[in-house]
C-alpha cells in the first residue's frame, strides 16, 4: 500500500520568472511543503555556473490563485545583480521554473544598440551596411495588410509529424494511437521529442509504442520547454512540410489530408489550421465559450461532418494555433524556426512565428473541412495563466498592434460561415435517430424560446426538456447570448443563429 511512490511529485517546485523593467521579477513554492521557504538558484544557461543561490522568504500577495492554503514567495533581482547573457532560474527540485531560461537584459540591450545605430547613421548621414551585434528583440508592427512577397519555392515537399511530449501519458499515448491509425509512417514520418518528461511511466510506455509504430524519439537532457522540443523536431525533418501537432489532441481520418490540400491551393500560404474545440478563434462549435472536449469516436464523427461542410474550403486568418499548425516548407525555410530565446516553456512562439512570416508575405489559413480535437494546457499546471500573460505582454512588444489586429478580425468574424455550414450538417445528422434494430428516423421536434437570466424559468425548460425526450420528441432550445442567439440540444450550442451587430440580435 503506497507504492509506486513519485519522490519528484513530492519535491516538486512551482514558480514563474519573467523580465520586468528592474530586472528578474516572479514567484515561486512548493505545493506539498507550501510553510518551506525554496531554495532558488540563478545559473548561467550556456554554462551552468551557478551565479546566485538564495531562499526566497518574502511571500508575494500578488499572485492570483484559488488554491486553498498556498503561499507563494517573491523573486526579485535587479539588473546589477545579473549577468548581460541567458540565465536559468531553477527551483529546489532541479527544474526551471516556468519562463526559464531568460536574458533579462535582451529588450534594453536590443534598444540600445538600435539607438546607437541609428545615432552612428544619422552623424555620418548614410546608413550603415550592416549594425554588427544586430539584436534579437527589435519590436516590428503589425501592418494592417500583407505586403511582403515571399520566396516561393514552387515545389512540393513531403509532410512530417512533430509532436513534442512532456506530460499525462494517457492521452499522449490516445495521441499517437490516433495518429498511428490516420497517417503510414512509411510515408509521413513522426518525430516525437520527449522534453525530459517526469514520468517514467510515461517514457516508456511512448519508447515502446514508437518502436511498435516506426516513430523516431528524440529526447532532450533536460526540459526546455515546448517551442524549444518543437525546434528539435523541426530540425529533423528539415526540407518537409511539418505539423506540429500537441500531444493532447485526437485527429481522424484525412486530417493531413485536408490540411495539404489548403496548404498548395494558394502559393503565398505559409500555414494551416483546422478547427478544433480549444483553438482560440478557431474553436468550434463556440469560438467564444468553452467547448466540451470529443472522445475519439466524436472527434471522428466531426472531422468527417467537418469534410462534408467544408471540404477544400480556406479562410485567411492573422495567425495560426500552435495545437495543430501546417507549416509549409519554404515559409519554414524562409522564416525560421520558434523563438525559443523568449518564449520559454511556450505560449505565443506560434503567433510570433506567423506575424514574422507574415512580414515576409506568407498568408495563413484556416481548413474548416477538417476538425482535431484537443484537451489543452495538459502540461503546463498551476503556471498556466501566468505564463500565457508573460507570454502575451512579450508578443505585444514584438509585434506591436498585433492585439488589435486579432479584435478586428474577431468582429468581422470570417468563418461565421463556414461554422453555420458545419452547425447545420450537425443539426440534420442529430435529426436522425436509431433505434435497435430498426433503420433511422426522423424525430419530431418541438422549439423552446427562453432568456438568459435563468431561475425558475430555466427550471421549467429543464423539466420540459427531460420530459419531451422521454417521449422521443426532440428539444429545442432558442437562447440570446451576448451578440444574438444560438439553438442547444443537449445542453450544447448546434447553431449560432446571429452574429454580432445584427439587428435582430436577442429578438429572434
Known amino acids: ?16 520568472v519573467e523580465a520586468g523593467p528592474d530586472g528578474l521579477t516572479g514567484w515561486v513554492w512548493l505545493p506539498h511543503d507550501a510553510d518551506r521557504a525554496p531554495v532558488v538558484q540563478i545559473q548561467d544557461a550556456s554554462t551552468g555556473k551557478v551565479l546566485h543561490a538564495f531562499t526566497a522568504e518574502n511571500v508575494s500577495d500578488s499572485v492570483p490563485s484559488d488554491v486553498p492554503l498556498a503561499r507563494y514567495r517573491a523573486l526579485s533581482l535587479p539588473f546589477d545583480a545579473l549577468p548581460d547573457v541567458p540565465v536559468r532560474v531553477v527551483g529546489p527540485d532541479g527544474r526551471d521554473l516556468a519562463g526559464s531560461p531568460l536574458d533579462v537584459g535582451l529588450e534594453r540591450r536590443s534598444g540600445k544598440i ?12 548614410k546608413m550603415p551596411g550592416k549594425i554588427k551585434g544586430f539584436p534579437s528583440f527589435v519590436p516590428v508592427p503589425v501592418q494592417e495588410a500583407v505586403a511582403g512577397t515571399p520566396c516561393v519555392s514552387g515545389q512540393q515537399a513531403g509532410v512530417a509529424v512533430v509532436i513534442p511530449v512532456y506530460r499525462d501519458k494517457n492521452r499522449t499515448l490516445a495521441c499517437l494511437e490516433a495518429v498511428q491509425r490516420t497517417v503510414s509512417s512509411a510515408d509521413v514520418p513522426v518525430v516525437i521529442v520527449n522534453d525530459d518528461a517526469p514520468d517514467p511511466d510515461l517514457v516508456l510506455a511512448v519508447t515502446r509504442f514508437a518502436q511498435q509504430a516506426g516513430f523516431r524519439v528524440l529526447t532532450h537532457a533536460r526540459n526546455y520547454g515546448f517551442p524549444s522540443a518543437v525546434n528539435t523536431g523541426l530540425r529533423e525533418v528539415a526540407g518537409h512540410d511539418v505539423i506540429v501537432l500537441n500531444s493532447d489532441t485526437l485527429v481522424a481520418e484525412g486530417w493531413v489530408e485536408e490540411l495539404r490540400r489548403i496548404a498548395y491551393a494558394s502559393a503565398e500560404t505559409g500555414t494551416v489550421t483546422p478547427f478544433s474545440n480549444d483553438a482560440s478563434i478557431l474553436s468550434y462549435p463556440s469560438p467564444d465559450k468553452k467547448n466540451p472536449v470529443p472522445d475519439l469516436a466524436q472527434a471522428q464523427e466531426l472531422m468527417a461532418q467537418a469534410q462534408a461542410a467544408n471540404a477544400g474550403q480556406a479562410i485567411e486568418i492573422p495567425t495560426a494555433n500552435g495545437f495543430c499548425m501546417y507549416i509549409r516548407h519554404d515559409c519554414l525555410a524562409q522564416t525560421g524556426l520558434l523563438r525559443d530565446d523568449v518564449f520559454a516553456q511556450g505560449y505565443g512562439e506560434e503567433n510570433d512565428f506567423c506575424m514574422r512570416a507574415r512580414a515576409l508575405g506568407w498568408r495563413h489559413q484556416a481548413a474548416p473541412g477538417a476538425y482535431v480535437a484537443h484537451v489543452g494546457s495538459a502540461s503546463f499546471g498551476g503556471t498556466r495563466n501566468g505564463l500565457m500573460r508573460r507570454n502575451e505582454a512579450i508578443l505585444n512588444r514584438l509585434h506591436p498592434g498585433y492585439h488589435e489586429m486579432i479584435a478586428a478580425w474577431i468582429e468581422k468574424d470570417p468563418l461565421f460561415n463556414a461554422r453555420r455550414r458545419l452547425d447545420l ?3 440534420r445528422a442529430a435529426a436522425s435517430q436509431s433505434t435497435s434494430g430498426r433503420k433511422s428516423r426522423k424525430r419530431r421536434a418541438v422549439v423552446l424560446v427562453t432568456h438568459d437570466y435563468g431561475g425558475g424559468v430555466e427550471r ?13 420528441v426532440r428539444p429545442l432550445i432558442l437562447r440570446p447570448i451576448g451578440g444574438g442567439c444560438v439553438l442547444e440540444e443537449g445542453g450544447q450550442m448546434l ?14
Open 495 to 508: 447553431i449560432r443563429l446571429c452574429v454580432s451587430g445584427c439587428p435582430m440580435s436577442g429578438h429572434c
Open 114 to 125: 538600435v539607438t546607437e545605430a541609428l545615432a552612428a547613421s544619422f552623424i555620418s548621414r
Open 1 to 16: 500500500m503506497g507504492n509506486p511512490v513519485q519522490p519528484f511529485a513530492i519535491a516538486r517546485s512551482e514558480g514563474l
Open 460 to 472: 421549467v425548460v429543464g423539466e420540459r426538456v427531460t420530459a419531451l425526450a422521454a417521449q422521443g
Open 425 to 427: 450538417v450537425r443539426f
